[in-house]
C-alpha cells in the first residue's frame, strides 16, 4: 500500500504566520487568547478571542490566512501549487467591511479564488470544526488510492466576527467575559471551571504526497499519515451523546484503517474545547478506545482558542512536531480536571515522552467527526 | 468501477412538503430552504436504500445558505455594533444554524440514524461533480482505494436558494433541492468517468463564467439522462455549471 508523507507544514495561528511560531507557544504552554478590540467595542458578552497578527485589509483577510499557510507548506516541501492538489476548508460565509458597507464574503468564493492556483483535485470540505481533519484524511485517502500525485490540505478561517461571537455566544458554546479573569484564561479545556471556548481565526497547511514521490525529489519526509476514520453522531444538532460513542467510532475507524491498535497510540490532540458537554463525552470515548492504559491527552485549544473548520490542521502540526522532537505540548489554563474529565492530561508544561504515533480528533456541530493518526517515518 | 443511479429525485415546492408529507414538515420546518428541499429529496429517495442507516451520506453545501431570519439578525447586530450595544441582542439559536453549511448532513444522519463516515463539500461553484467523484472512489473496490470496506450506497444531497428567498419572497426559481443514490447494484444507468480538462485563462476570459450553486447543475444533467436512449451518454457540463477553471463531461452508459 502507498506510503504518504508530509513534506511541508505551514501555519497562521494567533502566536505567529509558521508553523514554528504555532509550535513554539504551544510548547512554552501560554495562551494567545485576548481581547479583541471589535468584539469588546461592540458591547458583546464575549470579548476575547484568538487573532492571528496579520495586518490585511477585512475583506481580503480570508484569502491572506490561507495563502500564507499553503505558501509556507509548500515552500517547505520544495513544490508549488501548479502539480499539486487542494483539499481545503475555508469554514462558513461571513461578512467583512469593505468600502464602508457591509459586504457578504463567501466561503466557496474565497476557496475557488485559491483553488484556481492548483491542479486537481480541488475539493471543499464543509463538515463544521472536523473540517480540516476531514480534508487531510480526504487527502491521505486520494494519495493512497493513487488519485491524486500530492495534496495541500487543512484549512484557515476568519469567523472571529462580532456575528458568530454573537450566534455561538446563544447557542452556549463559547467562554462568555469574567471580570476576575485574565483574557487568556478563558478556554481551559477538561477543566473543573470550563464554560465553554474562546472563538480564533486561521489554521494550517499540510503537503501530503506519497513516499515514493518525496524520494524521487529528495524531499524530507517530517512525519508519515497512517490512518484516517470519521462517523456521524446522528443525535443532535448542537451537542455530542454524552457517552461518546460517536467520536469513538471515528477513533477506531482511524485505527483500523491504518491497521494498528490503540496502544500504537503515543500521544492524543484532543478536540477539547472546553465546552461542559464535549469534553467529557470525548472523555468517555477516549476511555473506551484507549483501556486500561496511560496516553498523554492534550488540547490546543485553550492556547489558540477554537479555529472552527481550521483547527485540526493547526492540531496536524502540533502532531507532526511531536512526533518529531518527542514532546507533547501541555493543555494550556488546565488545572483542575473534572471529575469526568479525568485522563493522562499534559498539564503545565511540555511533557517528554517517546512518540511514534499521535491521534487528531476533531469533532464537528452536527455531529461530523474525523480521526487522523500521525506517526513518525520510519 | 461500477457505479449505477439508482435513484434520484428533484424537489423544487417547499410548499407541497408540508402537504404532502406533514411529519417530515413538522421535523424541517425550522431550517433554511436550501436544507428543507435537500431532506424532502432525500425522502422521496430513502425507499431506494438497501440500509438508510448504513449509506454513505455525501451532502452539498448551499452556495447561498442563510435566511431571511438570519439576515435580518446579522442587521441588527450590525446596528448593535455601530452603538456598542449587542448585549441587548436575543438571537433564536436556529437561526445561527441556518448559517451553518453542513446543516443538512447533520439533520439527514438524525432522521436515517445513520454513522457512517460522510462528508459534505463546501458551497463553491462545481463542487457538485466534485462529490459524484467521491461517490465513485467510495463505491470502488477496497483493492483499489486501500479502504477497510467499500461501501454498497452512497446518497448525494444539497439544496439551493436564491436572492429572492433570501429576501423573503415566497417563490425562488433558484431554488431547488437534489438526491441522487448512486450504488453497486445494476441498473438503468451506469455512470462511467467524469473527465477533466483546464480551460486555461484564455478559455476562462471567453467563457461564461460559473453561477456558484450546489445542484442545478446536477438536476440539469439528470435531466438530460432521464429522455437519453440506450448506449453512451456524454455530457458537456455548462459552463455556468463548472468552476470555471476546469471543463467537465460525464460520461454515462445508458441501457
Known sequence: MTCVVITGMGAASPFGLTADALWEGLVAGRSAVRTIAQLAAGGLPVTTGGEVPLETAEHERDRALSRSAIREALGQAGLTAEGTGLVWANGLDTFAHSGGAL???SAGACFLAIARDHTQPRRMIATACASATQAIGTAFHLI???????????GTTVMLTPHYAIGFAWLQALATDRADEAPGAACKPFDRMRRGFALAEGGAALVLESLDAAARRGAV??????GFGASQDAFDLNRPPPDGTGA???MRRALADARITPDRIAAVSAHGTGTRAGDPAEVAALRRVLGERTCPVT???GAVGHQMAGAGASQAVAAVQSCRTGLVPPTCNLVDPDDDCVLDHVMSRARAADVPAVLVNSFGMGGQNATVIYARVP | MSCWITAHAIERDVGRIATDDPALWREIRRFNLPVKLALAAAQRVRGSLVRPSHTRLVALAPCRPGSPELRAISRDADAGLARGACSQLRVNPIFTLHAIDNLALSALAIRLENREPATCFGGAAGQAFVALEHAMDELAPPGDTGAVEAASDVLIVGGDQGEAALRGEPSDAEASGVAIVLSTRPHRVRLVAIERTPIGDAGRDAGEPPAPHAVRGIARWLDAL??????THRYRVPARDGDGIDQLEIVAEVA
Open chain 1, 103 to 105: 459586504v457578504e464574503r
Open chain 1, 221 to 226: 519526509p517530517l512525519a508519515e499519515v497512517i
Open chain 1, 299 to 301: 488540547s490546543i485549544k
Open chain 1, 248 to 250: 469513538e467510532l471515528s
Open chain 2, 226 to 231: 432521464a429522455g437519453a436512449p440506450a448506449g
Open chain 1, 144 to 154: 493512497r488510492a493513487g488519485r491524486a500525485r500530492a495534496c495541500v490540505a487543512g
